[in-house]
């Protein structure tokens, strides 16, 4: 927790005294984190449908359906299935540690670029 300092005008407008007011720096780091997590969740979600959609599939969740079975798509597939799992094991494993410590809080841009890793064929 920290203390800031705020100024307090009185009346006339002019300063009369100093306040302190309680800040919960905890509290809003995890507001942060919170807020963070729900709008990463769907952009991440939109980057996977998008580029299954590149590769003819309706979205990430069709992309990886034919992955189970033999068929014409199943490598392919399994490829969308491994992607998928990797990005979304990060997404949990980093908010899991940001959450239990004091580090920096990537952006959204930190975290595309350091957590999802490539797709390539």
Avoid at 3 to 8: A, G, H, N, P, V
Avoid at 58 to 82: G, H, M, R, W
Avoid at 86 to 92: A, E, K, L, Q, Y
């Amino acid at each position: 927790m920290a203390i800031e300092t705020q100024y307090r005008l009185v009346g006339d407008g002019v300063l009369k005294q100093k306040v302190p007011v309680e800040i919960d720096t905890d509290e809003i780091r995890k507001e942060i984190i919170k807020t963070l997590k729900v709008n990463l969740h769907s952009i991440l979600s939109k980057l996977m449908d998008d580029k299954a959609k590149e590769y003819g599939y309706d979205n990430i969740i069709s992309a990886c359906s034919y992955c189970a079975l033999p068929n014409p798509f199943q490598e392919e597939s399994t490829k969308f299935f491994v992607w998928r799992s990797s990005i979304w094991n990060n997404f949990v494993e980093y908010f899991n540690y940001i959450e239990l410590n004091k580090d920096k809080i990537l952006t959204k841009e930190e975290f595309i670029k350091t957590y999802v890793p490539d797709f390539d064929f």
